[in-house]
């Protein structure tokens, strides 16, 4: 296993957020995250980041505490969480995943260029390098993201919703990125909102309701059980089957 969260706890003004939350992940696995609106889902994936104080528990990467190797970690945020009029050009956003390689205030190196540029070409947006950021259309930016990710050469990656408010090619570039991450051993965890399409792509998912109602494959989590655990009732698949 690449990845090891054991009894994670978090609170939030004496509130209950995440309850000795335990699971593992391996690398070239794509780990869906699904569940309620306020079931977690987002507060366990800042938690694995650091990015929100933790009561208890442990997070591990390659067996050692994630914080001292944040290189070697990807995040893209929710698009709600981002500042799109922040005048920054397409170009700038995806260097910034290189931050870490050459440092502040030092001219990026070639290979970082080169990097970029490659990252950009694939998701499809290197013509629209010299743009800023808000010119461009929701599953345009949510690209120059996914680029960014990939700029930063990380082993594992943590996306929030990456699906929501984006057109059909660009859903479709992102699970073409996605294969291609697992194929080359990368760990990829997704929160989606929707039952959607996006469930058949996972290896596995984690069901999540403060606490983990069911972590397995498709079958074993979306029961009928499970679901009225997590949701409170029934809910329609995008199937049209109702659990």
Request: proline content about 3%; glycine content about 8%; hydrophobic content about 40%.
């Amino acid at each position: 296993m690449v990845l090891e969260v054991e009894n994670l706890n978090v609170n939030y003004r004496e509130t209950t957020a995440l309850e000795k939350v335990s699971f593992s992940a391996s690398p070239g696995e794509m780990v869906g995250i699904i569940g309620p609106n306020g079931g977690g889902k987002s507060t366990l994936v800042k938690a694995i980041l650091g990015l929100v104080p933790i009561e208890g528990g442990i997070v591990k990467f390659r067996d050692r505490a994630i914080k001292k190797q944040m290189r070697s970690v990807a995040y893209v945020p929710q698009r709600a969480q981002i500042d799109w009029d922040y005048p920054i050009t397409v170009w700038n956003v995806v260097m910034m995943a290189r931050t870490l390689h050459t440092k502040w205030l030092r001219k990026p190196s070639r290979e970082s260029q080169q990097i970029v540029k490659s990252a950009l070409e694939r998701v499809g947006m290197f013509k629209w390098h010299s743009r800023q950021i808000g010119e461009l259309s929701g599953g345009q930016q949510q690209r120059v993201f996914l680029a960014r990710a990939l700029a930063q050469q990380a082993e594992l990656f943590l996306f929030d919703e990456p699906f929501s408010g984006v057109d059909k090619a660009t859903e479709s570039v992102m699970y073409d990125v996605f294969a291609e991450l697992k194929q080359n051993g990368k760990l990829l965890m997704v929160i989606t909102h929707d039952l959607g399409t996006s469930l058949t792509k996972c290896d596995s998912l984690l069901l999540l309701n403060k606490q983990i109602i069911a972590n397995g494959s498709f079958k074993q989590v979306i029961t009928a059980e499970n679901i009225q655990k997590a949701y409170g009732g029934s809910v329609l698949l995008f199937t049209g089957e109702e659990v």
